[in-house]
Nanobody, 123 residues
Framework: QVQLVESGGGLVQAGGSLRLSCAAS????????MGWFRQAPGKEREFVAA????????YYANSVKGRFTISRDNAKNTVALQVNSLKPEDTAVYYC????????????????WGQGTQVTVSS
């Protein structure tokens, strides 16, 4: 069982940056792969980034490559998403998720989800 809580969202201007954080609680967190997804109003959930339990492998959606960075600190039970060079189209609720496997971009492969944090980018 894993509980996830996101934070760090906010309102920023285009070109700005934020650091989103996901705090996890529960046993064996370090053995879970972690992912970030986002969902804009009226749109389906969209994959953003994923990281394996070791932190050695990452996977990004093409739309965020070169701008977003996923990382984790297993000692602190946290996962972060550094979002740079933000664009208005990045506006969405961002969710973190945990998986006991390596589903990468597939949301059905994730077992646990946080409540989300809002990111709004103005032009």
């Amino acid at each position: 069982q894993v509980q996830l809580v996101e934070s760090g969202g906010g309102l920023v201007q285009a070109g700005g940056s934020l650091r989103l954080s996901c705090a996890a609680s529960g046993r064996t967190f370090s053995r879970y792969a972690m992912g970030w997804f986002r969902q804009a109003p009226g749109k389906e959930r969209e994959f953003v980034a994923a990281i394996r339990w070791s932190g050695g492998n990452t996977y990004y959606a093409n739309s965020v490559k070169g701008r977003f960075t996923i990382s984790r600190d297993n000692a602190k039970n946290t996962v972060a998403l550094q979002v740079n060079s933000l664009k208005p189209e990045d506006t969405a609720v961002y969710y973190c998720a945990a998986s006991s496997s390596w589903p990468q971009s597939q949301p059905k492969g994730y077992d646990y989800w946080g409540q989300g944090t809002q990111v709004t980018v103005s032009s």
